[in-house]
């Protein structure tokens, strides 16, 4: 299974940006889809989750009502919408796949599959 997450770049702060993640080698709806972040000299932490169908989904307190996430299995593809972005936001951002589909974890160390990460860089 290989995930490729695209759609970063430079935004003004305020604005926003969608990020795509797409899957290969695997059906996206076996797995539960999670998006992390990882700023420069800081640990990677959790974004926000989707169950397999599309139907449940986790947010970190600091995006919760801003960012959404969404899915769509028939096109092997999962949606981090990040709206009203915040110069402490500029990080890379990693797709990640578990195997459980019905999986709502914020560990990435429960994750078993990594995109290689795009870039957002959020200006003051």
């Known amino acids: 299974v290989q995930l490729q997450a695209f759609g970063g770049g430079l935004v003004q702060a305020g604005g926003y940006l969608r990020l795509s993640c797409t899957i290969s080698?695997?059906?996206?709806?076996?797995?539960?889809m999670g998006w992390f972040r990882q700023a420069p000299g800081k640990e990677r932490e959790f974004v926000g989750v989707?169950?397999?169908?599309?139907?449940?989904?986790s947010y970190a307190d600091s995006v919760r009502g801003r960012f959404a996430v969404s899915r769509d299995n028939a096109k092997n593809t999962v949606y981090l919408q990040m709206n009203k972005l915040r110069p402490e936001e500029t990080a890379v951002y990693y797709c990640?796949?578990?195997?459980?589909?019905?999986?709502?974890?914020?560990?990435?160390?429960?994750?078993?599959?990594w995109g290689q990460g795009t870039e957002v860089t959020v200006s003051s």
């Open positions: 080698g695997g059906s996206l709806s076996s797995y539960a």
């Open positions: 989707i169950t397999w169908s599309g139907t449940m989904t």
């Open positions: 990640a796949a578990h195997r459980h589909p019905y999986a709502r974890s914020s560990d990435p160390s429960d994750y078993h599959y």
